[in-house]
């Protein structure tokens, strides 16, 4: 589907549609009263590779944390813009506490959760309004679980009354998509204008979410943010996410997109962006990070050297991404290979900007490297030699491949 007469809307220097790269997204689930643990989350994020963080907007409290977390994150250079996520009381948050309006650059209204009736309406207005007034965007988001219940009883009951024979999912389909674009009306008549306004409609299911969003964007102009919510844990939420967003980016459907991931006790809410960038980069959309090939091992490669090289260099340039991002512009497209026997190792080696591949059963103890395409070297050794090695040479590759910008006084930039 050709989109690329979609709306451009400018978030505080980043631009979602008009024909502007996908913009990945990521959310705190930090307190948002507790400045330091927010500030340094969204920084986490931002590093990792979100253009766009979200943060809870709950209470008066968290409320007037947003500006001191916008200053401490602006104070450490990191000037990812915030999204404010509101739901019942954002009407009251951002009228009580201006400081919050004027540091967001973008609120997120669920039109589920803005009350009902005439209330609906007059609360939903004041958040437009206050955007308006600040030059902000909003995102109208839509969730399957939080959806008007009067909307779906009315859409129920045309389709019982009209004998219309719609499926349950095709009525809470049509009903997304009708709060979608009544609210962007809505919206309109608040006195926002197209150039400040994304739309989602969020589900839990991927083929229904495939269905909701292609109706949508043929429906509307506006920029989409794409995401599966409430994906679940682990594998299971990588894949479901993955299956149903990469059929609608395949298409040219989702300006803006986050992974939404339920991370484990402790785990790293990095591991969304993580998901997002990889995402991206698999559909050749965009580049974030060097793209490390391994193979997957078999009854070759029973040593499992290969396994920990590849785990050591997939950290390696994750570790090295923020600082590589700043020093060696392009890094992102570098390609790496990590092989663990004679049959693909050499070739997929080779056609890798710089690989290694290791010896499988019964071959030789030694790793040949090649460096685009030509072998310049073979290393020998255990297991956490053969992964020192390899990683100063990849250091050594990247600096040379993608050296640092000159600055204008003559210097390297840093």
Same mark, same amino acid.
């Given at each position: 589907m050709d989109r690329k007469d979609t709306v451009a809307v400018e978030v505080s220097g980043v631009t979602v549609g008009g024909? =502007?790269?996908? !913009? +990945?997204?990521?959310?705190? #689930? /930090?307190? $948002? =009263?507790? !400045?330091?643990? /927010?500030? =340094?989350?969204?920084?986490?994020?931002? @590093?990792?590779?979100?253009?766009? !963080?979200? *943060?809870? +907007? #709950?209470?008066e409290e968290a409320a007037r944390a947003v500006p001191e977390i916008r200053h401490t994150l602006d104070d450490a250079g990191c000037h990812a813009p915030l999204i404010g996520d509101f739901h019942y009381n954002g009407h009251l948050l951002l009228a009580r506490v201006p400081e919050c309006a004027d540091a967001l650059a973008k609120y997120r209204i669920n039109p589920g959760n803005v009350g009902s009736? @005439?209330?609906? &309406?007059?609360?939903?207005?004041?958040?437009?309004?206050?955007?308006?007034?600040?030059?902000?965007? !909003?995102?109208? %988001?839509?969730?399957?679980?939080?959806? &008007?219940?009067?909307?779906v009883a009315r859409a129920m009951r045309a389709n019982v009354e009209r004998s219309l024979e719609r499926t349950g999912d095709e009525v809470l389909a049509g009903c997304m998509v009708e709060s979608a674009l009544h609210s962007t009306e809505a919206a309109l008549r608040a006195g926002l204008p197209e150039s400040s306004i994304i739309i989602s409609c969020k589900l839990s299911r991927p083929l229904l979410l495939v269905e909701v969003y292609r109706t949508l964007a043929g429906k509307t102009r506006q920029p989409l943010h794409l995401g599966l919510t409430e994906a679940g844990m682990g594998r299971k939420g990588l894949v479901w996410s993955a299956a149903s967003m990469a059929v609608l980016l395949a298409e040219g459907i989702g300006d803006t997109i986050r992974v939404s991931l339920t991370p484990r006790p402790g785990g790293d809410r990095r591991e969304e962006v993580w998901a997002a960038c990889d995402l991206l980069q698999a559909l050749e959309i965009r580049s974030f990070a060097p793209a490390v090939t391994a193979c997957p091992g078999c009854g070759r490669t029973t040593s499992t050297t290969f396994q920990c090289l590849a785990e050591r260099v997939e950290a390696h340039v994750q570790a090295r991404m923020p600082e590589w991002r700043r020093r060696h512009p392009g890094v992102e497209r570098l390609k790496? =290979? *990590?092989?663990?026997?004679?049959? #693909?190792?050499? %070739? @997929?080696?080779?056609?890798?900007?710089?690989?290694?591949?290791?010896?499988?059963?019964?071959?030789?103890?030694?790793?040949? +490297?090649?460096?685009?395409?030509?072998?310049? $070297? $073979?290393?020998?050794? &255990?297991a956490d030699s053969l992964a020192g090695q390899f990683l100063a040479l990849l250091d050594d590759y990247v600096a040379r491949r993608f050296p640092a910008p000159i600055s204008p006084a003559g210097s390297m930039a840093v």
């Open positions: 024909g =502007a790269p996908v !913009v +990945v997204q990521a959310m705190t #689930n /930090t307190d $948002t =009263a507790d !400045v330091a643990a /927010t500030s =340094a989350q969204c920084r986490e994020l931002s @590093e990792a590779g979100a253009e766009l !963080v979200r *943060v809870t +907007v #709950n209470t009736g @005439e209330r609906h &309406d007059a609360n939903f207005a004041t958040i437009c309004g206050i955007a308006r007034d600040r030059g902000k965007a !909003v995102r109208i %988001g839509v969730n399957a679980g939080s959806l &008007d219940p009067d909307l790496v =290979a *990590v092989m663990g026997c004679i049959v #693909n190792g050499p %070739g @997929e080696s080779r056609h890798a900007d710089i690989g290694i591949s290791l010896p499988g059963t019964g071959e030789a103890p030694s790793c040949p +490297v090649f460096v685009e395409g030509r072998q310049v $070297t $073979t290393l020998h050794g &255990d």
